[in-house]
Structure formats: structure tokens, C-alpha cells
Nanobody
Framework: EVQLVASGGGLVQPGGSLKLSCSTS????????MIWVRQAPGKGLEWVAG????????YYADFVKGRFAISRDDAKNMISLQLNNLKFEDTAIYYC???????WGQGTQVTVYS
């Protein structure tokens, strides 16, 4: 059974930082690219960032370029997302998933407030 558990969210003021982590199990992690998506209140899912299965290539939505950084640790079957210079509009539940987008797990809430 594929399991994807995101953690590390919280409350932060504008300009602040958080680091999200995603623990995975139940599949061959090293064979998959991974992505982060988010869902803001009252809105649909929005792709945020992705990383290739080798870790050599990373991809970002325009609205997070230069602020967020995705990484992976194949030894731990984990990916991370460093969120810097957070803005109100980054408030959302963040989810990690395989690039095949065929499994979903627990997300983590990020709230940017003043």
C-alpha cells in the first residue's frame, strides 16, 4: 500500500519560512519523480513543484520560483519542500505525491498570517 505523509506545516508570518517533509512507503521511491501540490481554501488543486526520479531536475510553478526549493533523499524515501519568503496566498494544504498522481495521502496545513 502506497503511503504518503506530509508534515512540517504551521503558522507563519509573511516573509517567514517553513520546511515541509514527505515520508513515503509502499513503492519503489527511487523510480518515481515526485511532486508537491497544494489546495487553498475554496480552490482546486494547484501544482507547486516537482523533482525527477534522479533528483537532477527540479521544476517550479512560476508563483514559487526563487522562493521554494524541492529536494529528495532516496536513502530515507523522503522529499522536502523549503518554503521561503512566504506570502498570504501560499496559505493552503500541501500534499506530496508521485508524478503519476495515482496516490494521495495526508497533507499538511500552511497558514500565512499577520
Amino acid at each position: 500500500e502506497v503511503q504518503l505523509v506530509a508534515s512540517g506545516g504551521g503558522l507563519v508570518q509573511p516573509g517567514g519560512s517553513l520546511k515541509l517533509s514527505c515520508s513515503t512507503s509502499g513503492f519503489n521511491f527511487a523510480s518515481y519523480g515526485m511532486i508537491w501540490v497544494r489546495q487553498a481554501p475554496g480552490k482546486g488543486l494547484e501544482w507547486v513543484a516537482g523533482i525527477s526520479h534522479t533528483g537532477q531536475n527540479t521544476y517550479y510553478a512560476d508563483f514559487v520560483k526563487g522562493r521554494f526549493a524541492i529536494s529528495r533523499d532516496d536513502a530515507k524515501n523522503m522529499i522536502s519542500l523549503q518554503l521561503n519568503n512566504l506570502k498570504f496566498e501560499d496559505t493552503a494544504i500541501y500534499y506530496c505525491t508521485k508524478d503519476t498522481v495515482d496516490s494521495w495521502g495526508q497533507g499538511t496545513q500552511v497558514t500565512v498570517y499577520s
